[in-house]
């Protein structure tokens, strides 16, 4: 299968061409796609922190310690 770029006002365009019950069915699988998305990126970033903690990189700190690092 052949990919090609799409610009995104051209696909707006593609999808107002669309009959309304294919547009409605279009959002809930965008969706699921960037739900599914963020899973994957939230578990990736868990088992990052799982390592640095198994590695020991990780140490106790006060919330109020955590807060001024958030905000550095």
């Given at each position: ?16 061409k669309l009959p309304l019950e294919e547009r409605?069915s279009l959002v809930d699988v965008v969706r ?25 990189r990780c140490k106790p700190v006060t919330p ?9």
């Amino acid at each position: 299968m052949t990919t090609r770029a799409v610009r995104f006002g051209d696909l707006i365009e593609m999808i107002d061409k669309l009959p309304l019950e294919e547009r409605v069915s279009l959002v809930d699988v965008v969706r699921q796609r960037i739900a599914d998305d963020e899973r994957s990126r939230i578990a990736a970033s868990v088992r990052a922190a799982r390592r640095e903690h198994k590695r020991g990189r990780c140490k106790p700190v006060t919330p109020k310690a955590l807060l001024q690092e958030l905000l550095r």
